[in-house]
């Protein structure tokens, strides 16, 4: 999966990080992903970095161009 995180977030994420993912039309339903890209760039005009991160396990619910609410494991 996809996504973009605030340039806050530069030194928190980085390949291996553990990711906690929800998707907004299924709030009940969570999965664990791991990223595994992090750019090196940041976007000048929204001030984001790139992710790539891999869902672990079953996704039957999820589905290409879902929203979802993601958290890093062990954040609040």
């Not at 291996?16 to 992903?33: D, F, K, N, Q, R």
């Not at 940041?42 to 790139?50: C, H, Q, R, W």
Request: proline share 8%.
């Amino acid at each position: 999966m996809k996504f973009t995180l605030p340039e806050a977030y530069v030194g928190r994420v980085k390949r291996g990080t553990e990711l906690i993912v929800s998707p907004v039309s299924i709030p009940a339903e969570v999965h664990a992903a791991r990223v595994v890209m992090v750019s090196p760039l940041v976007d000048p005009s929204s001030d984001t970095i790139d992710v790539t991160a891999e869902l672990q396990g079953r996704t039957t619910g999820l589905r290409p161009g879902m929203t979802a609410n993601i958290r890093l494991h062990n954040t609040q």
